[in-house]
T-cell receptor, first 112, second 115 residues
Framework: DQQVKQNSPSLSVQEGRISILNCDYT??????FLWYKKYPAEGPTFLIS?????DKNEDGRFTVFLNKSAKHLSLHIVPSQPGDSAVYFC???????????FGSGTQLTVLP | EAEVAQSPRYKITEKSQAVAFWCDPI?????LYWYRQILGQGPELLVQ????????DSQLPKDRFSAERLKGVDSTLKIQPAELGDSAMYLC?????????????FGPGTRLTVL
């Protein structure tokens, strides 16, 4: 049973436009969420996080939105750059357990 | 900048052989994780250490996998015997007790191919 789902395996976007990556979860106990970026032959790197008490967190070109009622979060990248081309993983955690549950990832390709 | 170190980066082995992976977490990070990532899927937790103690190894196939972190610093993950289905990326991650949202720092991984 996948508790964190990324239903789009891939996404292509033109350079300069907005990239929107989506993530759905089923466990209402999750109280924080993270996005990771992964380049080939490298480990995932942390990008941005959000607590369940917030509905938006912004860091430069990256913004994460959380809709708790829909159990849905999204990552917006504006403007998209070719260097953003990577696999993006959504992850969720429950504070006391100090564990993360990952989605299956979305391959973002930003076309020049 | 501090990084999680893993070795080897690539390992090719034959079925039924033994393999071992090593991880050195970021200094001061008490929590260490081993994940397995199959192509097209997200990382799946195999084992979690807090210092030298195992916190969770419920997803570790204990008939063939073992993990240790004897001095609470670096860690070794072993597979014996390796099976074809073990081909995957093995990732090590660590986190600091003070991390607000359990931000985990990952190493570059070990790509295992079992022939």
């Amino acid at each position: 049973d996948q508790q964190v789902k990324q239903n789009s395996p891939s996404l292509s976007v033109q350079e300069g436009r907005i990239s929107i990556l989506n993530c759905d979860y089923t466990n209402s106990m999750f109280d924080y969420f993270l996005w990771y970026k992964k380049y080939p032959a490298e480990g995932p790197t942390f990008l941005i996080s959000i607590s369940s008490i917030k509905d938006k967190n912004e860091d430069g070109r990256f913004t994460v939105f959380l809709n708790k009622s829909a159990k849905h979060l999204s990552l917006h990248i504006v403007p998209s750059q070719p260097g953003d081309s990577a696999v993006y993983f959504c992850a969720a955690g429950i504070g006391s357990a100090r564990q993360l549950t990952f989605g299956s990832g979305t391959q973002l390709t930003v076309l020049p | 900048e501090a990084e999680v170190a893993q070795s080897p980066r690539y390992k090719i082995t034959e079925k039924s052989q033994a393999v071992a992976f090593w991880c050195d977490p970021i200094s001061g990070h008490a929590t260490l994780y081993w994940y397995r990532q199959i192509l097209g899927q997200g990382p799946e937790l195999l084992v979690q250490f807090q210092d030298e103690s195992v916190v969770d190894d419920s997803q570790l196939p204990k008939d063939r996998f073992s993990a240790e972190r004897l001095k609470g610093v670096d860690s070794t993950l072993k597979i014996q015997p390796a099976e074809l289905g073990d081909s995957a990326m093995y990732l090590c991650a660590s986190s600091s007790p003070g991390a607000s949202y359990n931000e985990q720092f990952f190493g570059p991984g070990t790509r295992l191919t079992v022939l």
